[in-house]
């Protein structure tokens, strides 16, 4: 059985910026800047499943972004989605302005 449209894992995208991109299989052709990695969603459930899975250490991320949401580590994650990881060195001022949206 061969398989079929729709059965296919669409997995999740990772898009790893600053010193994260070396966890990439790839980094953005015009700039060399940003880091993306495809992942397949099997056994990870979380955000933070992620991190473990790329050997990111939670504390070396500033920020992180789920679908363009700010998130907390905790949120669930689905096939398709894209998760956005900033590292310390890149931190931002949404901390600051926004709420981490959290599971549930």
Not at 5 to 16: D, K, N, Q, R
Not at 50 to 76: M, Q, T
């Amino acid at each position: 059985m061969g398989a079929e449209i729709g059965l296919e894992s669409m997995g999740i995208t990772v898009i790893l910026y600053g010193d994260l991109k070396s966890k990439a299989d790839e980094t953005d052709a015009r700039t060399g800047l940003i880091g993306k990695k495809e992942i397949e969603k099997a056994g990870l459930e979380s955000i933070s499943d992620i991190l473990e899975y790329l050997c990111i250490d939670e504390r070396d991320v500033s920020h992180i972004f789920l679908n363009r949401d700010y998130s907390h580590p905790d949120r669930e994650v689905s096939d398709g989605d894209r998760v956005a990881l900033f590292p310390r060195d890149m931190a931002l001022l949404y901390r600051w302005y926004f709420s981490k949206k959290k599971r549930g």
